[in-house]
């Protein structure tokens, strides 16, 4: 498929950041004029991603976050969420609802399946001690104008 456009930016893996993030992925997904409903859904599901990178790729410690997101020929818009941090052990475990790796009760563990719910398609990619990429993509219908 075909770039119409792209952009990239790299933020370091704050928690104050994660708005930040959410906020320019749904800018530059909105030249496809998509519904409230459709940006509500590429931000949450961006949040999730980015929450889990802050949360769990570094351990405490403060790395990079780089979002990478593209509009395809078609209306189809794709973001990647990358972090170089600790990894993944095992994906397809990670992406069970409830699983989760954090101790006690702050956790839910549904991000990967929220993702999923507002997303048309979700992969993971991960290696242990390399890092994780999380690409989201979702079609956006074009309307009559």
């Known amino acids: 498929?075909?770039?119409i456009n792209e952009m990239r930016l790299k933020i370091p893996s704050k928690s104050v950041n994660e708005g930040f993030a959410r906020s320019a992925v749904a800018s530059f997904a909105a030249q496809?004029?998509?519904t409230v409903a459709e940006i509500a859904d590429i931000k949450t599901a961006v949040s999730e991603a980015?929450?889990?990178c802050i949360v769990h790729a570094y351990a405490g410690e403060?790395?990079?976050i780089t979002l990478e997101a593209r509009i395809l020929e078609g209306g189809v818009f794709m973001v990647k969420i990358r972090d170089r941090g600790c990894g993944i052990a095992?994906?397809?475990q990670a992406m069970?609802?409830?699983f989760t790796t954090a101790q006690g009760d702050e956790r839910a563990g549904l991000g990967f399946s929220v993702m999923e719910s507002f997303m048309d398609k979700v992969t993971v990619r991960s290696t242990l001690g390399k890092g994780t990429i999380?690409?989201?993509t979702k079609k956006i219908e074009q309307r009559a104008r």
């Open 32 to 34: 496809l004029d998509p």
């Open 96 to 98: 069970e609802p409830l």
């Open 1 to 3: 498929m075909n770039i």
């Open 134 to 136: 999380v690409t989201l």
């Open 50 to 52: 980015v929450t889990n």
């Open 62 to 64: 403060i790395g990079m």
């Open 90 to 92: 095992d994906v397809k």
